[in-house]
């Protein structure tokens, strides 16, 4: 797919790795609406966004994505703002298991409603021109980090939905690819202040040995691979990102 020109809604963007997609998006020409829970984070980031790239370029949508109303009502706002849809990226996610229930319910739940209403406002079947779903996985997605077994789960779950809704069974219904994109360790807010973010204190010892070899990316750097995949990826890849390096694709044992 060609950027330029293309309108993308983008969850959790107010930061981290949803901040440096948007931004990159930007910068290849795209309008975007930066979706957010934190009103005061996005609406700053988007008069930042409009001092350097022109009003009308990025709006901000107030968007929990645990809540079904609201996430539909950020479709709403861009296609009202920017008259159609054509990439969406579910990327909001929090590590915490502690607090596992909102953990689920944001980086499972939370993909699949973006993915449902991503086929229902760009389906084909349903007036619209299709279009590309990319959902935000992990490394831990094929390689569970025995600290974080919720979050762990979550991310590998995301993976399994991603490839079914991609398979081109579901890409002839409705015009939609739906890709992945796994981050390895990357330098963001979600892993700061880990020790209260794991179920049991007594983990922070799984967690070090977890991450020893880790070697953290720029989110920038996975903003860039967010492109390449948007440009050059088949509907139902997983695509790895890791140590800076280009994104490469995750082979499955075909069944």
């Not at 990159?24 to 005061?40: H, M, P, R, S």
């Not at 009202?80 to 739940?109: C, K, Q, S, T, Y």
Request: with cysteine; glycine share 8%; proline share 2%.
């Amino acid at each position: 797919m060609e950027i330029k020109g293309r309108v993308a809604l983008v969850t959790g963007a107010a930061s981290g790795i949803g901040k440096a997609c948007a931004i990159e998006l930007l910068n290849q020409g795209a309008k975007v609406a930066i979706c957010d829970i934190n009103t005061e984070e996005g609406e700053k980031l988007v008069e930042t966004l409009a001092a350097k790239y022109g009003k009308g370029r990025a709006i901000f949508s107030q968007c929990d994505v645990t809540d079904y109303p609201q996430f539909e009502e950020s479709f709403q706002t861009t296609i009202a703002e920017f008259g159609h849809i054509d990439i969406v990226i579910n990327n909001a996610g929090i590590m915490n298991d502690r607090f596992w229930e909102l953990e689920v319910d944001i980086n499972l739940n939370g993909v699949i409603r973006g993915t449902l209403l991503a086929q229902r406002f760009m389906g084909t079947d349903r007036g619209g021109q299709g279009g590309i779903v990319v959902n935000i996985g992990s490394n831990v997605s094929f390689n569970p980090f025995v600290s974080v077994p919720i979050y762990s789960a979550t991310k590998a779950a995301v993976v399994s939905f991603t490839r079914a809704f991609g398979d081109q069974y579901h890409v002839d219904l409705t015009g939609v690819k739906v890709m992945a994109l796994c981050p390895n360790a990357t330098d963001t807010k979600l892993v700061r202040d880990v020790n209260r973010k794991l179920l049991l204190t007594r983990y922070e010892d799984a967690w070090q040995r977890d991450t020893a070899a880790s070697v953290f990316q720029r989110a920038e750097h996975v903003a860039k691979s967010l492109i390449q995949i948007l440009s050059t990826g088949k509907s139902g890849n997983v695509w790895m990102v890791e140590k800076d390096q280009p994104p490469h694709e995750i082979s499955f044992a075909k069944h």
